[in-house]
């Protein structure tokens, strides 16, 4: 019984393979194109986690709606990112300026460049302040190209 138990629960916790967690985006892209109930909430839950605006799913929609679930996903992404909490960062703290030599030195989604002084830094997903070289560095998406600092 006890073998039994254990077996269960090690099958339980076997992770997802990539198959899968494409299969599941799939199905998650699917409904959003059929519901835009579904569209804005899953809108306001990225938006809440303050996770950046990406509407390029909704070119997998019928393009007699393309609009109306990319409006509703936004609407509802804009409505989470007004309700999300407060977030304080300030320059001492925030690792996106952490020094590196290579990209592999940083976070998920960030890359190791220079900075205006010439530094080494990791750059993406920036607040206001921090360095960047493209837009797509901040989370505002809009970098100061002669300042190369975030806006």
Do not use: H
């Not at 997998?60 to 609407?75: F, H, L, N």
């Not at 990209?103 to 990791?122: I, K, L, M, P, Y």
């Amino acid at each position: 019984m006890n073998r039994l138990l254990l077996l269960s629960f090690v099958v339980a916790c076997i992770p997802m393979s990539r198959g899968d967690m494409m299969a599941a985006r799939n199905q998650q892209v699917a409904r959003m194109c059929s519901d835009t109930g579904y569209a804005y909430e899953t809108g306001y839950n990225d938006g809440l986690g303050r996770s950046r605006l990406d509407t390029s799913w909704a070119a997998s929609c019928a393009p007699q709606v393309q609009g109306e679930v990319r409006q509703a996903y936004q609407g509802g992404f804009d409505r989470g990112i007004s309700n999300a909490p407060a977030v304080i960062q300030t320059r001492a703290v925030y690792t996106s300026s952490s020094s590196c030599r290579f990209s592999s030195d940083c976070g998920a989604g960030q890359s190791c460049r220079a900075d205006a002084s010439g530094t080494e830094v990791c750059m993406g997903g920036g607040y206001a302040g921090d360095a960047c070289w493209f837009s797509s560095d901040c989370v505002s998406d809009s970098c100061d190209g002669a300042a190369k600092v975030c806006r």
